[in-house]
């Protein structure tokens, strides 16, 4: 009994030296996620790798937002329905609840109302919010599914948009080797990586990128020094506001697994983090990293790669003879 | 001790039993994969799932041959590199390694043999083996993987293809409640579903779905009795043998987890299974099933669908600076 008190005490003073550490930085740790409604976000999982969703019955959530590659489908821009060359980098889904809204724009405040969008988008997924309700309801294998998770009977868009959205707040990549190290772990990360992320503090780029996920949290305008030449239409923010001084204002994307999500920016035109960093110096702070500088930089940024989504490939109920059948080539 | 002893008498017992009674019937259960290459079978799980084996860095092997979906796309006939329509309907990947040979044509003699196909087919991955080894092989993750899977550096397309076959023999569904009730739980099926199966039998079902995966065992001529219609050109065997013979024949597919793999036949012009079964029992068999026992055998054939993929959603290792990028608009 004794013995176990000691270590009970140890505990405690390490949890208060690790928390003091990491309250002294502008990033903090991710933190296991709580109060998840475990059968919403259950059938959230399988809903957001069902095809059936799209009018193609090809296109899913995970087709864009794919978590065996962090999250995002790894092009500049994503492929919709009859291969649409999407207007945009697809952000990944990974820490996403972390975000103050969802979209490069923040047109949807939430999760749950992003969602939604996708799946009507004729560009995307090509289905209307009836069609895609009247499919899910229609397969036997969910209905039991959607009572279980929202104590009654019937399937509609909220409850869709819902569980989605339930199943991505679990998507948090806790653990990453620089979380560690925020967490008392000296060693976790090493010389060159500290120095880069001296570096990251000093030159200013955690004037926005910092918080639990290092950015996600604000919107900046994309080329605040010099401006950003890019071919890609995209306003920002003043496609919500039809404000002029909202154009070219994105939300700050989130760095955790950056070294999973390339290509980077809005317009997924830095294909490396080499870029992407130098391109940011330039443009947001009138800085010219040197080579040096720029390499310490991306291995501090390698330390942000946490635990990747940990689970059982979803295994889908089937499809009804009464089911709408997908339309790929209509 | 002696009750333990007793316990393994029994087990004897039943499992010789089960033995006799399994050995009676023309279909004959799945038991467990053996002799699996673990770590090329792991490699080839993360290959399986990689949409950088194609031009466009969107369509991976499970894009057509859907895992939480049978393995298949459930579409009449697939989609490819830029929203190309297939020419035919993509059969399950499940069970395939019983197959006698690879495609509805049996082009490919086995699963490495088909892996290959696909990749540099303009219409579906529209890679070359050239380029995917290229990516595969720039990408620092998967290089321990090769060297651990095949005991030496490097990574080529027979390496490459190796691993998935491998990977692909693991994907067996052994326990569907046929197979239990063939193993002696005489109550794994109901009446409906035995009668279905006595009717399976009696109406000549068996003369071509038999074995372990109840088909995939012989080329059949589609349409023996009666011409079958249908607007899609593929003409079978004939396509790789040239023999008049052969026109309309195809490898008779496997009916495990046909509940899954709809739609039905090379066309997929059979939505459902009461309509793929009236359409066999008419254009095979000269047999117009009422619909009651249509609907016993349609209820004997769900009875096939086993265990289903029970593994760990890969995580991908990311591209590095000079992985060759994607190409989906070009």
Sequence with gaps: MRQGSMIFMTLISVSIATTTLASNEPIQPIEAVKGINEAQAALGKKLFFDPRLSKSGFISCNSCHNLSMGGTD??????????????????TVLNSGFNLAQFWDGRAKDLKGQAGGPIENPGEMASTHKLAVEV?????????????????????????????????????????????????????????????????????????????????????????????????????????????????????PTLRNIELTYPYFHDGNAATLTDAVQTMGKIQLAKEFSQEENASIVAFLKTLTGDQPDFKLPILPPSQDKTPQPAPFK
């Design 74 to 91: 790894n092009l500049k821009t994503s492929i919709g329905h009859k291969w649409n060359q999407g207007p945009i980098n697809a952000p």
């Design 136 to 252: 899910v309801a229609s397969i036997t294998g969910y209905q039991a599914e959607f009572k279980r998770a929202f104590g009654s009977e019937g399937v509609d868009i909220d409850k869709i948009t819902t569980a989605i959205a339930e199943f991505e707040k679990t998507l948090v990549t806790p653990n990453s080797r620089f979380d560690q190290w925020l967490l008392g772990n000296k060693d976790a990360i090493n010389e060159e990586e500290k120095k880069g992320y001296q570096l990251f503090k000093s030159s200013g780029c955690t004037a926005c990128h910092n918080g639990v996920a290092v950015g996600g949290n604000s919107y900046q305008k994309m080329g605040l020094i010099t401006p950003y030449k890019t071919d890609n239409k995209a306003t920002g923010r003043f496609g919500v506001t039809k404000k002029e001084s909202d154009k070219f204002m994105f939300k700050v």
